[in-house]
């Protein structure tokens, strides 16, 4: 077991490129603003009388902390804090674990109290679906450094989907449906921008093939699944399950 940990540090701490490390700060750097603008409002900066219910809060902090960690990571690699890292890491586990059945029920108790559409809590649930099934691969992946920290971003991508969403409609543009996804993909179309300059190929793990994946499971399950009568049998399933 101390051998494989060894492997992981000395994998870790071999050279990454000025640019990649950049890259990936400035990444952080946008999902924590994406957050922070987008629920500034409602959430950091709430002016409505009207408190929030206590799932929300539970919700809005356990997802706010995560973007705050994916920063911390960050900024760990760039200075080549590696042992630190993995230590937190341990704390990802944690809060992912925490962070979905929160991130269900706040989904579904507004679908049920009909603020929500079948088709938007669909889409709301498969987003979630997919950001912690990166997550969970991310962190498996985490003794090779390339897959994982992709994965990762790929995962905090698609939780602050939802933050894109508040943004564009901060800004008077919650209907235009290209400018919402494309704001909440920037990171990683970067990315697959950057890998196909600096790696002069797109891996099979790049972010360009996961964000086709996303895409696929996202528009089929959504926009199919959950606009039939079988959408709202899995969603009084899942409330079932996840409302208490």
Excluded: Y
């Excluded at 009388?49 to 760039?78: D, M, R, Y």
């Excluded at 674990?97 to 079948?118: I, N």
Aim: glycine residues 6%; proline residues 5%; positive net charge.
């Amino acid at each position: 077991m101390r051998c494989l940990r060894v492997t992981a540090v000395t994998e870790l701490k071999r050279p990454i490129p000025r640019v990649e490390r950049i890259f990936f700060a400035l990444a952080a750097v946008w999902f924590v603003a994406l957050v922070f603008v987008g629920f500034g409002p409602t959430f950091f900066f709430r002016r409505i009388p009207e408190p929030l219910p206590t799932h929300q809060i539970v919700h809005g902090v356990l997802f706010s902390a995560w973007v705050v960690v994916f920063l911390v990571q960050a900024l760990l690699i760039t200075t080549r804090h590696v042992r630190w890292h993995m230590t937190l890491g341990m704390t990802s586990i944690a809060l992912l674990f925490l962070m979905l059945p929160a991130g269900f029920h706040v989904v579904l108790v507004k679908a049920a109290a009909g603020l929500k559409t079948v088709d938007e809590a669909g889409g709301n649930l498969t987003t979630l679906t997919i950001g912690f099934g990166f997550s969970f691969a991310g962190l498996a992946c985490r003794r090779r450094p390339f897959v994982h920290k992709r994965l990762m971003l790929f995962a905090t991508l698609m939780l602050t989907v939802a933050a894109a969403d508040r943004v564009s409609s901060i800004v008077g543009l919650d209907d235009v449906r290209l400018f919402r996804k494309a704001l909440a993909v920037v990171p990683g179309l970067a990315l697959t921008v950057l890998d196909a300059f600096g790696l002069r190929r797109l891996p099979l793990l790049s972010l360009s093939a996961l964000t086709m994946v996303w895409a696929v499971i996202w528009f089929t399950v959504s926009d199919v699944v959950f606009t039939r009568p079988s959408g709202e049998t899995i969603i009084n399933a899942l409330t079932w399950l996840f409302v208490w």
